[in-house]
T-cell receptor, first 112, second 114 residues
Framework: DSGVTQTPKHLITATGQRVTLRCSPRSGDLSVYWYQQSLDQGLQFLIQYYNGEERAKGNILERFSAQQFPDLHSELNLSSLELGDSALYFC???????????FGPGTRLTVL | QQQVKQSPQSLIVQKGGISIINCAYENTAFDYFPWYQQFPGKGPALLIAIRPDVSEKKEGRFTISFNKSAKQFSLHIMDSQPGDSATYFCAASKQPSGYSTLTFGKGTMLLVSP
């Protein structure tokens, strides 16, 4: 168990809908990262937050957004969902801005 | 543009054998190279990592070999066990930039047969 928690574990929704994925980092970790894992694209970095501020952006679509709250938990919002958004979404955390990232168990999103 | 290329895509090794997974990178600014292990239904977990100032790092049965001039690094699993059956990802990042965002290879599914 990495200490990173993600909810929900599974999410099934329809195209055009909006969902929110939640992540709680390990105690003491200030950085949160979001990754998308799909069969064809592999693990892709989406976005990083450090102590509430956005620090880095990867291949994140404009339909997706994220934030980190004062208690350091983070939410990833996915809107206008498309079939191709079906994937595993992982959250990871690290103590600072650098160093080892600990991954959560993921949220499996299925868009029908 | 795929910045980290990983091979093979899948690998079957007999118990007790050596598993070798290779990765090549393009960005010479990368300076941190971790390997992650992922079991079905779980998130990736850091296995071992190396920085380019050393050519090899060993932790138990797992060894990373690093060739800076060739921009390649590899994971060797000695005395492979059925419990090692998992998907392995290499990754790279540019730590001095202040960000540790990871660029992953596409993964290698390892099956160790009993």
């Amino acid at each position: 168990d990495s200490g990173v928690t993600q909810t929900p574990k599974h999410l099934i929704t329809a195209t055009g809908q909006r969902v929110t994925l939640r992540c709680s980092p390990r105690s003491g970790d200030l950085s949160v990262y979001w990754y998308q894992q799909s069969l064809d694209q592999g693990l892709q970095f989406l976005i990083q937050y450090y102590n509430g501020e956005e620090r880095a952006k990867g291949n994140i679509l404009e339909r997706f957004s994220a934030q980190q709250f004062p208690d350091l938990h983070s939410e990833l919002n996915l809107s206008s969902l498309e079939l191709g958004d079906s994937a595993l979404y992982f959250c990871a955390s690290s103590v600072g801005n650098l160093g080892e990232q600990f991954f959560g168990p993921g949220t499996r999103l299925t868009v029908l | 543009q795929q910045q980290v290329k990983q091979s093979p895509q899948s690998l079957i090794v007999q118990k007790g054998g050596i598993s070798i997974i290779n990765c090549a990178y393009e960005n010479t600014a990368f300076d941190y190279f971790p390997w992650y292990q992922q079991f079905p239904g779980k998130g990736p977990a850091l296995l071992i990592a190396i920085r380019p100032d050393v050519s090899e790092k060993k932790e138990g049965r797992f060894t990373i070999s690093f060739n800076k001039s060739a921009k390649q690094f590899s994971l060797h699993i000695m005395d492979s066990q059925p419990g090692d059956s998992a998907t392995y990802f290499c990754a790279a990042s540019k730590q001095p930039s202040g960000y540790s965002t990871l660029t992953f290879g596409k993964g290698t599914m390892l099956l160790v047969s009993p």
